[in-house]
């Protein structure tokens, strides 16, 4: 996929008319969410140069050189009437009409954006009319601004330099959590509700708990091998319960507790369950995609120790540990 394309709200809402799937999520990069996160009037340029239609296509030119500008919206009555594009201008220059009025080479029919909408309704609408330039109207169909694609990437390239540094902060909060606190055992808790059969918003907590890790300073590795744990372990809940369950993260400078608890229906033969490909899932839920039987398997090998506790009409209850011997969680040798 090319990577300046942003995708339709129709492609990253749903593949097809179905839901989002987890491999959907993770090809949506950080470019495309702000796309749908920031706000035309947050990128436009607010100061504004403007026209009138009895103007001279000779002024207008002087007001577009000094201002280092391709463009001018022109106003008429307080009212937007129509844009004059440095192309327009080049048009007359062609013509050697310089000095004929605006109003005979400006373009009347508007396409504008709202100052309330997202920068990708922006970039559709460039898409669409292929114009250089967007006049901004505010909820009143009053004029506020203009908007360029140069716009729309300054926009984009500030925000994201802001994310770096707010990560930056958040990353070095996180990681001297454990600095300073004295106690005989400090523990860190995380604590989620899981919902059975939502299928919709799979793998949202073992994602959030991911990003807490690295937050914490956990190395990369171990942050992806409880990822994966707790994935697999979400996704159980979800496949394989009636009621949901809870899934708790337990973080120690020393070791990484994940576990699940529920009151569903409970496993009748623990080694069955642990052997590649057995599922009890429904036919349902694998034509979804998922209950391949490898849910297990795959936190087995993922995780240090795994201990499964259940009693058949009662629940469940997993418990997964990976162990951090020699280093803590902000990757500093302990002394």
Known sequence: ??????????????????????????EINRVEELSYDLKIHEV???KLHTASPEMSLSDVLEILRINRISGVPVVEDGQLAGVLSIEDIVRAMGKNDLMETVGQYMT???????????????MRTFAESRVGRLPVVNEENKLVGMITKGDITRGILLALQKDYKEEEVRRYRASHLFEDIISDRTTLVLRYNIKAQNFTHGG??????????LRLGADPQIARRC???????????IIHTTRGGILKLEV???????????DGP???????????GYS????????????????????????????????????????????????????????
Request: charged letters at 25%; hydrophobic letters at 35%.
């Open 252 to 262: 120690e400078p020393h070791r990484i507790t994940m576990s699940t608890t529920d």
């Open 280 to 335: 009890t899932a429904t036919d349902q839920v694998r034509e979804l995609g998922f209950g391949a039987g490898m849910g297990l398997v795959n936190i087995k090998r993922c995780v240090d120790s795994m201990d499964i506790e259940s009693t058949v009409s009662k629940g469940t209850k997993l418990i997964m540990r990976i162990h951090i011997p020699t280093e803590n969680l902000s990757g500093r040798k302990e002394e």
């Open 1 to 26: 996929m090319c990577p300046n394309r942003v995708r339709t709200e129709q492609e990253i809402n749903g593949r097809r008319g179905r839901p989002i799937t987890d491999q959907d999520a993770h």
């Open 266 to 276: 409970g496993i009748p033969d623990i080694e069955q369950v642990l052997q590649p």
């Open 227 to 237: 990822g994966i744990a707790v994935y697999e372990a979400e996704m159980n809940l």
């Open 108 to 122: 009347r029919r508007l396409v504008t954006v709202a100052s309330y909408d997202t920068i990708v309704k922006a």
């Open 204 to 213: 949202t907590a073992s994602s959030h708990i991911k990003r807490a890790l």
């Open 44 to 46: 436009m340029t607010k």
